[in-house]
């Protein structure tokens, strides 16, 4: 009699704060909703603890990575990108993962999908949800991807190897422009009558700005202060489902947490300040341009999305935009072109290769450090009916 | 030059409601003190989120398991427990995990350590923590441990096949004797004066009872009910430090908490009550015969330790004991020899094989029913300095 599971192959590795179970697209079923299942089952969801499969119970450990030949000119390789919910049986197939792409440089030169060259190899991989090329820059050590090394990314225990993403022409990954209403602030009208202005800014993924103090916050809470202020997280949902609304991802705004969790993205900003970390360091108000915070799937993000910093670069350098009135001014930053956001973990710093008209700017690129760790090779056991037969 | 890492062979097994990484022991370091430094590398321990390993970042998935050949003549296998702190540079040896035991049998049949017989497979396990054997009865279809099946344990969504695990004369795990004290209640006091009857039984791991109502506790509160009350758990760790110190596994009460934070177990009992678990299900008075709640490494657990409640079955036989003066009485209890046990998940149930007089019962064995899932067999990539040479 048959077992009744089967192996598929697989990874884990760590991009950045997240961690993320990498595929070959060729072990999986063809399409999307035929591997649904299947990440599923090999998450362990639905089930807040995901204690029956690979998750960590938390969506920056509730990610998936699917690697294959390119499809695209550019690029050496595809990278598909899935947010597999924790406690709800949903795949979000709608954006990238900004963290999790750190790591899909050193999974193909692992891999073989790019030949290994001492000291750096740079992977062009194209990412399919948002159409768009990354160009990564990964140091490699005897063969394979090199995790030793000094930088530092706030949120990850000690230093590793630094990976610098370049996210080539990130503008209108979603919806084809960079600023989707053509304006570079838009007033949103809840249900029960308040309004809040926001700047809508696409750029390696859309994302809302909303400024703190709208919200009632200081701009400096962490995590677990703003998840616990739930009228202030309510109102960043609803003006989330009207933008959901205006891009076409819902025909109603009311059901933009169940059609659409993951995109847009939200959060708020703040001019520069002092605060302390959630690990309890202090950060000087001259160590940041800017303070903000992001949601991930209706809750704080614990650090700072890398998608979501390359769309703050982005907006701090188009006039008019919530974020360009709260970043310190460019002739007071250290580096024109660099904007160092304050976020719960510490600070991100996102360089710019751009120009033309600050209210209609040319965004070539935007670079990002990051680190990465290949932890495991091997083989996840699946229910035989979630692969095709044969 | 080479790679800064190399692969060791692991795996990923649920059991019962909690995960463990499994290894050989042939691929580890010879010794304990050798091996801490890779366990805590391949967990990303210590770290809260446990972002660069493997670990789930809570005490129920940050577990390891050693297996390989038997140093015992009754047993097919050696299985050495390891308990990965999440936050601390710390590894505990010093008891077993009845849910990751669940697991071993599994393992064991799918590595080839026991010939795979169909439909059910016994495997002879020696834990090496406790020196104590385990018979698991394991399913087994196609060669394989099966997971499908029709058997439920609270915590765990769905169905799988019913491992039965008997855990063989568990008296005296650690030291030597059922009644670790000779006596079936002692008095603890406190520095603040206070004092405290409770009950300390060697069964598998050796836990100390107190009454829920000597610590303000009713008996049905969920852990964050548990874990918001401060002052009842700083007393229960205080009683477990004295406890530890009265068994020799710490010089100073006031370190138990830092040498030995996973033994002895505690945790309070009640009468049989209704009450309603962590997901919302009505657990009626008439399904349980003993209240019960356990500490895990100083956090309330989420459900009921495997062999806390072997513990708590021996405790319930043993006249005298707080267990016994508040389970249901025999004469109405379904079972005369089963004590069901009401926890924040739901109900574990225990079979008790034993006799003789009620004052001191010789404990032949206990049976639990528990799952288990293979997950994934692969390679964990670890620094290269963690590994011998050669």
Request: overall charge negative.
């Amino acid at each position: 009699m048959l077992s009744d599971s089967v192996p598929v192959r697989c990874s884990i590795l760590r991009g950045g704060t997240s961690k993320a179970v990498f595929f070959l697209a060729n072990d999986l079923p063809p399409d999307r909703p035929s591997m649904e299942p299947l990440l599923l089952s090999v998450f362990g969801s639905p089930d807040i603890r995901q204690i029956d499969g690979l998750g960590g119970a938390t969506s920056q450990t509730s990610k998936a990575a699917i690697i294959g030949a390119p499809s695209h000119s550019g690029a050496d390789v595809d990278y598909t990108f899935a947010q597999v919910s924790v406690g709800e049986q949903l795949v979000d197939w709608g954006g990238n993962c900004g963290n999790i792409s750190a790591a899909v440089g050193p999974f193909a030169i692992d891999q073989g999908f790019v030949r290994a060259a001492e000291p750096v190899t740079t992977v062009r991989v194209h990412n399919t949800n948002t159409g768009k090329i990354i160009l990564e820059h990964v140091p490699v050590r005897g063969g394979r991807a090199a995790s030793e090394g000094d930088y530092a990314v706030p949120g990850v225990p000690g230093t590793s190897a630094r990976i610098l993403l370049e996210f080539s022409d990130p503008a209108g990954s979603l919806t084809g422009k960079l600023l989707p209403t053509d304006r570079p602030c838009d007033e949103v009208k809840l249900d029960d009558g308040r309004t809040f202005q926001v700047s809508i800014v696409d750029a390696a993924n859309p994302v809302v700005f909303v400024a703190a103090e709208a919200l009632g916050f200081s701009g400096t809470e962490l995590p677990l202060d703003i998840e616990a202020a739930t009228a202030a997280t309510d109102t960043l949902e609803a003006i989330r489902g009207v933008v959901a609304e205006w891009l076409g991802l819902v025909p109603d705004r009311h059901d933009a947490t169940k059609v659409t969790p993951g995109l847009p993205k939200v959060g708020f900003v703040a001019r520069p300040m002092a605060y302390r970390t959630t690990a309890g360091v202090d950060v000087p108000e001259s160590s940041v341009d800017l303070t903000g915070r992001l949601m991930s799937m209706q809750t704080a993000h614990r650090s700072y999305m890398v998608t979501g910093a390359i769309a703050t670069a982005a907006a701090a350098f188009i006039d008019g935009t919530i974020v360009n009135a709260l970043v310190r001014p460019i002739g007071q930053r250290p580096i024109a072109e660099s904007i160092r956001i304050g976020h719960p973990y510490g600070v991100m710093e996102a360089v710019i290769n751009g120009d033309g008209p600050a209210a209609a700017p040319v965004i070539r690129g935007v670079a990002i450090g990051r680190t990465a760790r290949h932890i495991l090779d091997g083989q996840v056991w699946v229910p035989r009916g979630l692969l095709p037969a044969g």
